[in-house]
């Protein structure tokens, strides 16, 4: 090796030396990795652990809620009403979907595939198995809100125990992020929400959006989950299997199975 290769190599070495001894981004310097000792909160958690799948057959039912449509502002209702006229006319936009996007909150929670709660001491943490979609809850009690928040596709959530039930406040979405299909939330939306489990072992939440640019009331929805208990996630990689044409608005859905050539190819066979 030359002097001047070796030089390079342990100038990377003193970038990737400094680079893994500074604080994460949004991380205290001083912070500590949990103790053993902390969890002793965690076990007085109401126990929402495990794999829960969304049950509609629950939420049409014996005391569910029929989902209700969002009272617009003008603007807003403009804005959907074309949103739905070019939809007429063009058909659906399936940018998202293509370019396997994912739905960000509210809607990851509303998605027809199965959630885990996983408890840590200070932080109750949802992975949902749509996209592999993680939300980190704090409910360490020493952080509020952020006022300047990053634009995510899950927000930053901040939350308490009010008794049994966990109480989240979510703000901070991306451009990507909407409630309903056309209508883009402004910067001030924001998510309140409630989890608690009924005397039957379900558990709810509601879920309450706010947003004086876009909504002319809160917004108020709920969703039953009944826990799984020999269900585990499973991997959800978008692009494995996503099978649709790029077209014009997003894409033209060939899912390979009319019997035409399919132009991406077969799919690799497992091993």
Do not use: K
């Not at 002097?3 to 893994?20: C, E, K, S, T, Y």
């Not at 126990?47 to 969002?70: E, H, K, M």
């Not at 603007?75 to 070019?86: I, K, P, S, T, V």
Request: charged share 25%.
């Amino acid at each position: 090796m030359t002097n001047f290769a070796h030089n390079r190599v342990l100038a990377a070495f003193a970038v990737m030396a400094a680079i893994a001894s500074a604080p994460a981004s949004g991380q205290q310097a001083d912070q500590a990795p949990p103790r053993a000792s902390q969890y002793a909160e965690v076990t007085g958690w109401p126990d929402f652990t495990g794999v829960w799948n969304p049950d509609w057959s629950i939420l049409f039912g014996r005391d569910g809620r029929i989902p209700a449509n969002p009272v617009l502002t003008p603007a807003a209702q403009e804005a959907y009403d074309a949103f739905l006229e070019r939809q007429e006319r063009e058909g659906v936009d399936q940018f998202l979907q293509v370019n396997c996007i994912p739905p960000g909150l509210p809607g990851i929670m509303r998605q027809p595939y199965p959630i885990e709660f996983l408890y840590s001491p200070g932080r109750v943490t949802i992975f949902a198995e749509t996209y592999s979609q993680a939300r980190r809850i704090y409910v360490d009690r020493e952080r509020d809100l952020p006022e300047d928040p990053d634009p995510l596709f899950n927000g930053t959530s901040v939350g308490f125990w009010e008794g049994d039930m966990l109480v989240v406040d979510t703000v901070g979405f991306n451009e990507f992020v909407t409630f309903l299909a056309g209508v883009t939330p402004s910067e001030d939306m924001r998510i309140h929400e409630h989890f608690w489990l009924d005397e039957n072992g379900t558990l709810w939440l509601e879920t309450t959006i706010t947003d004086p640019a876009v909504l002319a009331e809160p917004f108020v929805q709920r969703l039953a989950y009944t826990r799984q208990p020999d269900w585990e996630i499973r991997e959800y990689v978008c692009n494995e299997n996503n099978r649709l044409v790029e077209g014009d608005n997003g894409a033209d859905v060939d899912l390979g199975l009319d019997g035409e050539e399919d132009p991406f190819g077969p799919l690799p066979d497992p091993e």
